[in-house]
C-alpha cells in the first residue's frame, strides 16, 4: 500500500505542478527566456520562447482575459489530481481511476502532434508536450502493477 501511495503522490504533485504553473506563465516565459537565453540568442528555442513570450506580455497587457483560459486549464489538472484521492483510499475498488488516467495519459500525445501541429507549434516543442504523457504512465503503471499484486492478496 506504501508504493501504491508514493507512486500517487508523485503522479498528483505532477498533475497540481503542471496545473499551478499554468498561472504565471508571463514570468515564468521571461524566466524561460533569460535560461535559454544563456546558450545563445541565435537559437531556433530562444526564437521559439522569445516569441511565446512576447506574445504572452502583448496579450496579458491589451486582452488579460484570455488569460482565464489558462487559469481553467490550471483547475483542471488541480480537480483531476484531487480525483486519484479515490485511489489513495481504496485502490482496489478505484483500479479504474488508474486507467482513466493511462488513457488521458495517451491522449496527450495525439493532441500535443496534432493540435500543434495545426497552431504552428514547432514539432520539437510538441515532442516535449509528449512527455508529460509519456512520463504520467509511469507512475499510473507502476500502481496499477501494485493494485494487482494487492487484488491477489
Not at 524566466?31 to 545563445?40: C, D, E, S, T, Y
Not at 494487482?148 to 492478496?153: A, C, D, T
Amino acid at each position: 500500500m506504501l508504493r501504491i501511495r508514493m507512486w500517487l503522490a508523485v503522479f498528483m504533485l505532477g498533475l497540481v505542478a503542471s496545473g499551478v504553473t499554468a498561472f504565471p506563465l508571463v514570468h515564468e516565459t521571461g524566466w524561460l527566456m533569460a535560461i535559454v537565453g544563456r546558450f545563445g540568442t541565435q537559437t531556433a528555442a530562444f526564437a521559439w520562447v522569445s516569441r511565446v513570450h512576447g506574445a504572452l506580455v502583448t496579450t496579458d497587457a491589451r486582452y488579460p482575459f484570455l488569460a482565464y483560459g489558462t487559469d481553467w486549464l490550471a483547475f483542471a489538472h488541480i480537480v483531476l489530481a484531487a480525483a486519484f484521492i479515490g485511489p489513495w483510499r481504496d485502490p482496489v475498488r478505484n483500479k479504474w481511476v488508474l486507467q482513466f488516467g493511462l488513457i488521458a495519459c495517451a491522449g496527450v500525445l495525439p493532441l500535443a502532434l496534432i493540435a500543434g501541429a495545426v497552431r504552428g507549434i514547432p514539432l520539437w516543442w510538441r515532442f516535449g508536450d509528449c512527455c508529460f504523457g509519456i512520463f504520467g504512465t509511469i507512475p499510473l503503471l507502476c500502481t496499477l502493477r501494485d493494485v494487482r499484486v494487492l487484488e491477489r492478496g
